[in-house]
């Protein structure tokens, strides 16, 4: 059932393509049919090979495309969409792989859970696996800033409720709270910036919810890269989450987790990756004096939604 809302807040949806277009042709006409009256869709194409650019100007020309050229990564190519969406004033900005498909009422289900209160910055869909059979649930790791997939038979859920961080995936963000807590970081190139984002929102005072009533169906192959490469940003993007946003007990708090995995490992890639977080750090420190400008609470707000 579709939400009931007094008022349609205006709704830029945002879909970044490398290579995607299988996914596009399986996923595109169920957004295109989204039951939810004042949305645009514009796709941000990162320099794909794959002729996604021509295939979408001729089948869908009344949707947006934008040919970035090259392959900027997911975060900066998100920027340049949500960018777009402040400047033209929208409400909202919704982040969608392109591997998806949605349900009917999925965007409607997001704003309203926003609607609710204005210090919810940020409502993350409720993944599905593509055949709709498993919820797709991530357990946040605070030691670590980082989430293990879980996955559990679908359920019936009404209630929307806090979380410690919002998937990427499909993630509905206010755009005038984007003003107070910035844009992804663009040094991450991809993975992990959804769970800076969200943590920066929750220091600023802002609350995250996931909305089990939006319901996305999620491929989970999409644009996808070599596993050490992977595991490189991972590693990397992680530690520098750390480093810029948790306060010092926390860090004291994790210090032996965080020693093990980046310090006193044989893991390569965990290695290689320390040395380049470190190398950022000068830029990380900067992040980090903004970010704690902007601190209304303490980390206790999002470290209590974990679940061990």
Known sequence: MTPVIKRFPSVLVIIINWNGLRHLIDGLPSLLATEYPNFRVTIYDNGSNDDSVAWLRGAYPNVDVVALGHNLGFAAANNVGLRQAMTAGMDYAVLLNNDTRVEPGWLAALVSAAETDSDIAIC???QRTWD???AIRFRFIP?????EQERTPA???????PTPFASGCAMLV???ALQHIGLFDERYFMYVEDVDLSLRAWIAGYRVLD??????????????????QRMFWGYRNQLTTLL?????RTLRTYAAPIIRRWFLTRNRYALRATLAALIMLPGSLAWRRRIQKTRRVADSAFLELCTS
């Open 124 to 126: 993350q869909a409720r």
């Open 155 to 161: 359920m019936p859920v009404d209630l929307a409720e």
């Open 132 to 134: 709709g059979s498993h």
């Open 244 to 248: 810029k946003l948790y306060q010092p």
């Open 211 to 228: 909305v089990p009533t939006a319901i996305v169906y999620h491929r989970m192959t999409g644009s996808d890269s070599h596993a050490e």
């Open 174 to 176: 206010r755009c005038s």
């Open 143 to 147: 030691e670590w800033a980082e989430a």
